[in-house]
């Protein structure tokens, strides 16, 4: 679908009108100290003299396995900078490694955000290359760098390989839940447990399943954020370090042209993410990340936009959790996210502008697929409409999210008693009862666990199924939340329920027992309980107390919008004020 869109600027900058002309090229007393500090560190005039200074935002950590590569890929961006001409300075900002901070990095996505901003804000840097990967980098880095307005592009970490274990091909996340569930009802070994922990997760990278990260760094792709085809490249494979150079390179010239995000990006771009993530059979996660990006850049979406396209893009990425057999090294080998892409053109802006200068449809003209079960024809596609649903009612006036292509078809039409935790240590206590009044009709509640509630919203979605389900050999059941889940995550979970549980949304009168009907097809979900009766429980409802009473998590949960809404802090929106002005230089 054409879409008008803003041709990059023919005219180049010159020296002079680099941003970081202001603290070094003036015959001031401030830029002297800006100069002899740099030249403390060694550099020289002819290092950054006339050239775009490159700031590389860089979420390497020691506790982030997803960015271990980071180190060393790092220099191969250096390299690229110093080859175009330019001068690379590389800037840490916080890691956010998903298993490892607690209680969720959701918590934190919005600081990395700050962070990103600031950083490009406050220092000598006329564009930037951002370096993430792990599930919250990616929108974190995106969403800060729209903000700060300067030309960036963004370097994808790429998944890892394949796991292993005994000749089985491992997928993260997806396998570690399918085979604790096998654990949890006798039919695994302590010792099979063990080595499939050292299996599962066996080089550097994001999850290789279509989990949240891999999602959110073809979404980035998509919208027009990175080189075409980085978002597949496994991080491992010699192609990695030959794009990172690239995105080097790229970075000084988007500056000469002043290709900033505002100049790049329109509504176009974020509705070709929509849909890619759609074909992709994207993590539920997609849908929060990618309203609060849309919100930074100035082209807003929504739910309703999420489930238009659901409507209409299959799921034709043969990847699991949607799909049933590969994972994000197969999909690279078989010609990647540009392949995907050539094959959904009908439903994309082809000609959107991306970070290389080049629109969609150039970048996509000569892709290839070269396994069709890998990255299915749309006459074949794994699922006829999209990845996620958006359902309301009186129960989520604002949405709950649902992942089709993830859930036991019988369960998209079903009405059953709800079972309703107002805490996860309740319900991980109950779910291993044997004598838990539950049967595969109830629906399992979980509240409380929201934006504000979690907090942070963490991954607790994907309830577990009783155990004495389980043994029984329930393999899927409804859950309800105001939670997220991980994108590696599958099954029948209605999440993201809005408004949550702890601001008073209608979750929280919800009692054990009540029946709720659910209708995929139909978008609906209906608690049904009378009005009177809802009226007497709001009237009886107390708010529960807050969670933080000081520091950061204190500020998050006064200023954390709701899920809908993208869970960015109000004050960050971009049209909450004023655009920040360029720092005083005295």
Not at 72 to 90: S, Y
Not at 560 to 584: R, S
Request: net charge neutral; glycine share 10%; hydrophobic share 40%.
């Amino acid at each position: 679908r054409p879409a008008k869109t803003m041709k990059p600027t023919s005219s180049r900058k010159t020296p002079a009108e680099l941003r970081s002309a202001r603290w070094f090229a003036p015959d001031e007393f401030r830029a002297f100290g800006h100069r002899s500090r740099l030249m403390q560190m060694g550099y020289g005039p002819e290092d950054w003299r006339g050239k775009p200074v490159i700031a590389i935002v860089n979420t390497w950590s020691d506790i982030n396995q997803c960015h271990s590569h980071f180190k060393q890929r790092v220099e191969d961006v250096k390299r690229g900078v110093l080859q175009a001409g330019g001068f690379p300075i590389e800037l840490p900002a916080i890691s956010l490694s998903e298993p490892m901070v607690k209680p969720t990095t959701m918590l934190y996505r919005n600081l990395l955000a700050m962070e990103t901003e600031e950083l490009l804000r406050s220092h000598p840097v006329d564009g930037a290359v951002l370096m993430g990967g792990c599930d919250k980098t990616t929108p974190g880095l995106l969403m800060g760098a729209f903000s700060a307005g300067l030309p960036c592009i963004y370097l994808p970490a790429g998944p890892m390989l394949r796991g292993n274990w005994k000749g089985q091909i491992l997928g993260s996340g997806s396998d570690a839940f399918k085979y604790w569930d096998e654990r949890r009802a006798g039919r695994l070994s302590d010792a099979a447990w063990a080595e499939m922990e050292a299996g599962i997760a066996r080089s550097h990278g994001t999850c290789m399943t279509m989990g949240t990260a891999a999602t959110m760094m073809g979404i980035a792709e998509a919208i027009g954020m990175t080189l075409p085809g980085a978002s597949s490249i496994p991080a491992p494979d010699a192609n990695h370090p030959r794009m990172s150079a690239e995105c080097g390179r790229r970075a000084v010239l988007m500056v000469w042209d002043d290709l900033t995000p505002s100049t790049l990006l329109t509504r176009a771009h974020f509705e070709n993410g929509i849909a890619v993530a759609m074909a992709l059979g994207c993590s539920t996660n997609a849908i929060i990340h990618l309203v609060a990006m849309s919100g930074r850049a100035g082209h807003p979406v929504g739910l309703a936009d999420f489930d238009a396209a659901s409507r209409k893009v299959p799921v034709i990425a043969n990847i699991r959790p949607s799909g049933d057999r590969y994972l994000m090294e197969d999909f690279y080998y078989a010609g990647g996210l540009p392949a995907l892409m050539k094959r959904i053109d009908a439903h994309l802006h082809t000609d959107a502008i991306t970070v290389n200068g080049r629109s969609v449809g150039d970048n996509i003209a000569a892709a290839e697929v070269h396994d069709d079960d890998v990255i299915r024809p749309l006459s074949n596609p794994i699922y006829a409409e999209g990845a996620l649903a958006v359902l309301r009612g009186n129960l989520a006036p604002d949405g709950v999210v649902i992942k089709p292509s993830a859930c036991a078809p019988h369960l998209l039409q079903h009405r059953g008693p709800a079972l309703v935790f107002d805490d996860y240590p309740a319900l991980k206590k109950a779910v291993d009862d044997p004598d838990l009044d539950v049967t595969g009709d109830h629906i399992l509640v979980l509240r409380y666990a929201g934006p504000q509630g979690g907090p942070g919203m963490p991954e607790w979605g994907m309830l577990p199924i009783p155990t004495k389900l389980v043994k029984a050999g329930v393999k899927d059941m409804l859950r309800l939340s105001d939670a997220r889940m991980s994108g590696t995550s599958y099954g029948g979970c209605l999440l993201h329920c809005a408004p949550e549980a702890y601001v008073g949304g209608p979750l929280a009168l919800v009692q054990t027992g009540d029946m709720i009907s659910v209708d995929v097809p139909a978008r609906r979900i209906h608690l049904d309980v009378g009005d009177d009766e809802l009226a007497r429980r709001r009237a009886a409802w107390k708010a529960p107390p807050p969670r933080y009473e000081r520091g950061y998590g204190w500020m998050f949960s006064r200023h954390i919008l709701q899920a809908d809404q993208g869970c960015d802090f109000d004050f960050l929106e971009t049209a909450f004020g004023a655009p920040v002005p360029e720092p005083d230089i005295f």
